[in-house]
T-cell receptor, first 113, second 108 residues
Framework: NAGVTQTPKFQVLKTGQSMTLQCAQDMNHEYMSWYRQDPGMGLRLIHYSVGAGITDQGEVPNGYNVSRSTTEDFPLRLLSAAPSQTSVYFC????????????FGEGSRLTVL | RKEVEQDPGPFNVPEGATVAFNCTYSNSASQSFFWYRQDCRKEPKLLMSVYSSGNEDGRFTAQLNRASQYISLLIRDSKLSDSATYLCVVNSDYKLSFGAGTTVTVRA
């Protein structure tokens, strides 16, 4: 019973490098989202999607891109990594956003040097 | 102003005690409200939804005050296993906004 699967769990990047955090869910959820969590800041919404082909910006979208070509997958791309993007990233999904029951992946710890 | 604000705590309480804390939100048009629990270095998990009339789930009671724009969580008969960070979550227009969390530590 996989739920929400995020990869990689840990990553170290140099400033300027690009990378993609993968997120996949097997629950046929419409809603998927990416958050970053920093000490004292709580989880902040980066991007979200209410269905395949539909994405929108959250609170802190700059420096990140997303796409939703299938219901299952919602990758997060860092175009040119910066030290300010050092954080823990969580992918989450839910049947619809109004249920409020987000299922989270285990998180990806990213360090940008 | 942050959309969702919480007292970070920590609240240090003995086993068996009652602990309560609040969360305020800025968007008066917010549609739904939730409490999540996050253990150290783990992902958040839904604890309970918060309904307008207030609701209980075992030892946990959640209240919503729309007029004053806050929600609350009360934990009765605290257990060691209740030690965690509790996140307040508010749904506004397809966006779920999280508070920074209130840390509760229950001591033996």
């Amino acid at each position: 019973n996989a739920g929400v699967t995020q990869t990689p769990k840990f990553q170290v990047l140099k400033t300027g490098q690009s990378m993609t955090l993968q997120c996949a869910q097997d629950m046929n959820h419409e809603y998927m989202s990416w958050y970053r969590q920093d000490p004292g800041m709580g989880l902040r919404l980066i991007h979200y999607s209410v269905g395949a082909g539909i994405t929108d910006q959250g609170e802190v979208p700059n420096g990140y891109n997303v796409s939703r070509s299938t219901t299952e997958d919602f990758p997060l791309r860092l175009l040119s990594a910066a030290p300010s993007q050092t954080s823990v990233y969580f992918c989450a999904s839910s049947r619809t956003v109004n249920t409020g029951e987000l299922f989270f992946g285990e998180g990806s710890r990213l360090t940008v040097l | 102003r942050k959309e969702v604000e919480q007292d970070p705590g920590p609240f240090n309480v003995p086993e068996g005690a009652t602990v309560a804390f609040n969360c305020t939100y800025s968007n008066s048009a917010s549609q739904s409200f939730f409490w999540y629990r996050q253990d150290c270095r783990k992902e958040p998990k839904l604890l309970m939804s918060v309904y307008s009339s207030g609701n209980e789930d075992g030892r946990f009671t959640a209240q919503l005050n729309r007029a004053s724009q806050y929600i609350s969580l009360l934990i009765r008969d605290s257990k060691l296993s209740d030690s965690a960070t509790y996140l307040c979550v508010v749904n506004s227009d397809y966006k779920l906004s999280f508070g920074a969390g209130t840390t509760v530590t229950v001591r033996a």
